[in-house]
């Protein structure tokens, strides 16, 4: 099941607190980043994706969700979840991808 956990502190993150928190539970993550309006197309991965954004926001559609992320947010997709997203707004999005 997919798993959206939005960020519930009144202080943006940091990229060094976010890989922190991936550390905790043993992921490693790589950190990457988009133009505004990029878009990705339908796809999936055979490994369990989790995305944190650390700056900026991004739209995440599942078959069955939408989410507008935003700083500190984090999905936790499964395994051969079909998704698709876009960089939402005037600034790139920055964000954390780990895989297990």
Do not use: Q
Request: glycine share 8%.
């Amino acid at each position: 099941m997919v798993d959206a956990v939005k960020w519930n502190k009144t202080k943006k993150p940091t990229l060094e607190e976010l890989r922190g928190l991936l550390a905790t539970e043993g992921l490693e993550c790589e950190l990457y980043s988009d133009a505004p309006g990029t878009k990705y197309g339908r796809h999936k991965h055979p490994f369990d994706d989790f995305v944190v954004i650390v700056s900026g926001k991004m739209r995440i559609w599942t078959d069955e969700h939408e989410w507008t992320m935003k700083p500190g947010d984090r999905l936790n997709l499964p395994a051969n979840t079909t998704h698709w997203a876009e960089v939402v707004g005037k600034e790139e999005v920055r964000y954390l991808s780990a895989a297990k």
